[in-house]
Nanobody, 126 residues
Framework: QVQLVESGGGLVQAGGSLRLSCAAS????????MGWFRQAPGEERELVAA????????SYADFVKGRFTISRESAKNTVYLQMNTLKPEDTAVYYC???????????????????WGQGTQVTVTS
């Protein structure tokens, strides 16, 4: 089993920045592709950004391109989401996800991920 713990969420004004972290523990040797999703009240959980095992490939939702950056530090089993120029519509619970099937690709759909964190709240005020 793999446990994922997110941190770094909080309250920020529009235009501000936050950096989310997701630390993996347990059977981290089986963690490959990782991603960040978000879910606003009454909405579906949607992909924000994804990164492959080696960190050489990334994918972003159109609504965060140019503002958010995903990265990973494999030695620390940690993935990050740097969020800049935040907007009120970015308000949501942000979830970290990890896949335990070997691939060199990124995973862009919820069903491809095997493990999920509990989520961290991000609230952006106008």
């Amino acid at each position: 089993q793999v446990q994922l713990v997110e941190s770094g969420g909080g309250l920020v004004q529009a235009g501000g920045s936050l950096r989310l972290s997701c630390a993996a523990s347990g059977r981290t040797g089986s963690v490959y592709a990782m991603g960040w999703f978000r879910q606003a009240p009454g909405e579906e959980r949607e992909l924000v950004a994804a990164i492959n095992y080696s960190g050489t490939r990334t994918s972003y939702a159109d609504f965060v391109k140019g503002r958010f950056t995903i990265s990973r530090e494999s030695a620390k089993n940690t993935v990050y989401l740097q969020m800049n120029t935040l907007k009120p519509e970015d308000t949501a619970v942000y979830y970290c996800a990890a896949g335990d099937h070997w691939t060199s690709s990124v995973y862009t759909t919820k069903g491809q991920y095997d493990y999920w964190g509990q989520g961290t709240q991000v609230t952006v005020t106008s």
